[in-house]
């Protein structure tokens, strides 16, 4: 009897086995700035470990939140946010890059509408809006 295909079979089993162990375990170690600070971001609300999302992914999406802190020399505001469900992210406190339009014309204490811009797992608020 020729073995040689069931070799190759099996072979080809183990191989895709091992590729797929080693990619959860990258993506699970991933830290990534403009993410919140909760590991438990990572995982929805049963507790399952979300897919990790390639850098060149990018997601734009839309939350509610009060400002906390604005580093004008850092270009980053600290938001304590909604959830943002484009993002698979629970409602939390997150600093985030933004541009000077928003560092200099945002206010401690403001109630905001904002947009969001992810890019692989670099998150930039893009937009804000002050809520009546």
């Not at 079979?9 to 183990?14: K, M, S």
């Not at 993410?35 to 734009?60: C, F, Q, V, W, Y």
């Not at 802190?69 to 406190?93: F, Y």
Request: hydrophobic share 45%; charged share 15%.
């Amino acid at each position: 009897m020729n073995y040689g295909p069931v070799v190759i079979a099996l072979g080809l089993a183990i191989a895709t086995t091992a590729c797929g162990r080693k990619a959860a375990s990258t993506a699970s170690a991933a830290i990534i700035q403009g993410t919140p600070e909760s590991a438990e971001a990572e995982r929805d609300a049963t507790g399952k470990m979300l897919m990790a999302r390639s850098r060149h992914t990018i997601i734009n999406a839309k939350s509610h939140g009060t400002l906390t802190a604005v580093d004008v020399a850092a270009g980053t505001i600290t938001l304590d946010h909604g959830p943002i469900p484009e993002a698979r992210w629970p409602a939390g406190t997150t600093t985030f890059k933004a541009g000077p339009a928003i560092t200099n014309s945002a206010m401690v204490g403001e109630e905001i509408d904002f947009d969001l811009r992810i890019v692989g797992g670099t998150a930039e608020v893009t937009a804000i809006q002050i809520r009546p």
